[in-house]
């Protein structure tokens, strides 16, 4: 079983559309759970992380964590063409990140 | 301030070539990881160190893969002898430093896209 587990997509929504991007995960252990961005050809960038359970809102973005069933949720709210890329869950332990395979999405206009 | 650096962005080999990956931290950081992004995968830990040590590399290949990363200069991640397989993405990422109980956020570099022939 892998440790972190992603929908790899590609998911396709009209600019405007709410966007729901998940993970699950194997090991309880871990407490720090991020959602990074990667355009085409560059490296990923931190969008928001989460310590524990529980939600964290960024703009547009909401992150959730629910520990008791593994699961990560990453929200995008009114999504932009801007919005396109691929977006990788990851979990961060003691010294590295452990990263989910990353969904594709593209925002059409 | 500048971000995490990698060079070259672009690297071609032939197969038993050796690859050169190079990074340089951001300023003030001391810490550097290196992964890997297959095509259609997500990126892959490698190894992570701090200056003249290596942490861990429980995700290096056991054969042909080396990293350092010396008191001066950059971070060098080494593919001897490379392979079809060894083309991916290398990234490199900084922190300022590991702890326990907060969270360091890891910075990324720009990636070095090896290609072997």
């Known amino acids: 079983q892998k440790e972190v587990e992603q929908d790899p997509g590609p998911l396709s929504v009209p600019e405007g559309a709410i966007v729901s991007l998940n993970c699950t995960y194997s090991n309880s252990a871990f407490q720090y759970f991020m959602w990074y961005r990667q355009y085409s050809r560059k490296g990923p960038e931190l969008l928001m992380y989460?310590?524990?359970?529980g939600n964290k809102e960024d703009g547009r973005f909401t992150a959730q964590v629910d520990k008791s069933s593994k699961y990560i949720s990453l929200f995008i709210r009114d999504s932009q063409p801007s919005d396109s890329a691929t977006y990788l869950c990851?979990?961060?332990?003691?010294?590295?990140?452990?990263f989910g395979t990353g969904t594709r999405l593209q925002v059409f206009p | 301030n500048a971000g995490v650096m990698q060079n070259p962005r672009h690297l071609v080999r032939r197969r038993g070539q050796e690859a050169r990956l190079r990074c340089s931290p951001m300023k003030g950081h001391s810490h550097v990881y290196w992964y890997r992004q297959l095509p259609e995968e997500g990126l892959k830990f490698m190894v992570y160190?701090?200056?003249?040590?290596?942490?861990?590399e429980s995700g290096m290949p056991k054969e042909r893969f080396s990293a350092e990363f010396p008191k001066e200069g950059p971070s060098i991640l080494r593919i001897q002898q490379v392979v079809r397989g060894d083309s991916a993405a290398y990234f490199c990422?900084?922190?300022?430093?590991?702890?326990?109980?907060?969270?360091?956020?890891?910075?990324f570099g720009p990636g070095t896209r090896l290609t072997v022939l």
């Open positions: 160190l701090q200056k003249e040590n290596i942490i861990d």
């Open positions: 990851a979990l961060l332990g003691l010294d590295k990140l452990i």
């Open positions: 989460t310590y524990s359970s």
């Open positions: 990422a900084s922190s300022p430093e590991v702890s326990a109980v907060t969270y360091n956020e890891q910075f």
